[in-house]
Nanobody
Framework: QVQLVESGGGLVQAGGSLRLSCAAS????????MGWHRQAPGKQRELVAV???????NYADSVKGRFTISRDNAKNTVYLQMNSLKPEDTAVYYC??????????????WGQGTQVTVSS
């Protein structure tokens, strides 16, 4: 079994910062891409940022220059540093990862989600 557990969400004022973490655990052989998506009320889930095992990152246009994704491969953890937060960043943030388990099967996994609320 493989699990992704997120932490770090909360309530912050506009202009503030938050750092999300997501740790993968279980029967892991290797982790390929890791990333963050978000879903606001009444909207579809959207990609926020993704990072490869080699450290190459891509971002949604709406967060470029404000958010930074990083990962610690030794800890199987991905982070999302969110600065200059705006009310429109309010959403449930989900971690996801493409993981090869110890049976050498590749699958996509999702965390349970963490709420980020930005007040104006």
């Amino acid at each position: 079994q493989v699990q992704l557990v997120e932490s770090g969400g909360g309530l912050v004022q506009a202009g503030g910062s938050l750092r999300l973490s997501c740790a993968a655990s279980g029967s892991i052989f290797s982790i390929n891409e890791m990333g963050w998506h978000r879903q606001a009320p009444g909207k579809q889930r959207e990609l926020v940022a993704v990072i490869t095992s080699g450290g190459s990152a891509n971002y949604a246009d709406s967060v470029k220059g404000r958010f930074t994704i990083s990962r610690d491969n030794a800890k199987n953890t991905v982070y999302l540093q969110m600065n200059s937060l705006k009310p429109e960043d309010t959403a449930v943030y989900y971690c996801n990862a493409k993981i090869t388990n110890t049976a050498r099967s590749l699958s996509g996994y999702w965390g349970q989600g963490t709420q980020v609320t930005v007040s104006s």
